[in-house]
């Protein structure tokens, strides 16, 4: 069968979308082994398989479109679901564990969040 160009262009990108997505997905896996503390763990569970699962979702939905003239709706909606939540619930279980007293590991830099409550608390 021959294919034209729109057709390889499509295929083209469509295995980028994925091989990027398993890359991040990949390199989130590593880094929640890897990193010391949850700050960073959180950083990598959140950032890098928020990008990972958005692009292998991206992917699917392009080759849904491109092979099978489907346009699904429900790979939209948990795309954007996955970018507005991840991040929130990451940012919100690192506040969580900084108020339970969870000290990140810092060599050489400072709490710029602790800093931030003790300013707050000396100006209430």
């Given at each position: 069968?021959?294919e034209t160009g729109i057709d390889i ?76 939540t991840a991040p929130v619930s990451g ?34």
């Open positions: 069968m021959i262009t499509l295929n083209i990108s469509v295995s980028l979308f994925i091989l990027i997505g398993t890359f991040f997905v990949l390199s989130s896996s590593l880094g929640i082994a890897r990193f010391p503390d949850i700050y960073t763990r959180l950083h990598a569970a959140t950032k890098a398989s928020t990008l990972g699962i958005s692009s292998m979702l991206i992917g699917t939905f392009l080759f849904l479109y491109a092979e099978h003239d489907i346009v699904s709706g429900k790979l939209l909606l948990a795309i954007v679901f996955i970018l507005l940012h919100m279980i690192s506040r969580a564990a900084h108020k339970s007293g969870v000290k990140p590991v810092t060599a050489n830099r400072s709490d710029a969040y602790e800093d931030a409550l003790q300013k707050h608390r000396k100006n209430s």
